[in-house]
């Protein structure tokens, strides 16, 4: 069983910065590939930043984040982050952590909400 809790959403007005965080605990100790994933209102979840920790630490960002959002971890917290930074109104939706695939865990936290508005 795997638990996720994620945090550190809120209202912010665009160009604005929040820092979200994630809680995993249970059986992550093979999970190598950590992700962040967005659900705006009536679309489908989309993963919009990826890390892996292995021998290497690498990152990815679809186009529509890049340079905006940054994703970290802390391992020995067991703690997943990600820093948003020029936030748009579409970015606007709810924010959750998972492995990647999301499959490994077979379970999603509650996520944060994220609200992008002047």
């Known amino acids: 069983q795997v638990q996720l809790v994620e945090s550190g959403g809120g209202l912010v007005q665009p160009g604005g910065s929040l820092r979200l965080s994630c809680a995993a605990s249970?059986?992550?100790?093979?999970?190598?590939?950590w992700g962040w994933y967005r659900q705006a209102p009536g679309k489908q979840r989309e993963l919009v930043a990826r890390i892996t920790s292995f021998s290497i630490t690498t990152t990815f960002y679809p186009d529509s984040v890049k340079g905006r959002f940054t994703i970290s971890r802390d391992h020995a917290k067991n703690t997943l982050y990600l820093q948003m930074d020029s936030l748009k109104p579409e970015d606007t939706a709810v924010y959750y952590c998972n492995a990647v695939p999301s499959s490994m865990t077979s379970t999603w936290g509650q996520g944060t909400q994220v609200t992008v508005s002047s």
């Open positions: 249970g059986n992550i100790r093979n999970i190598y590939t």
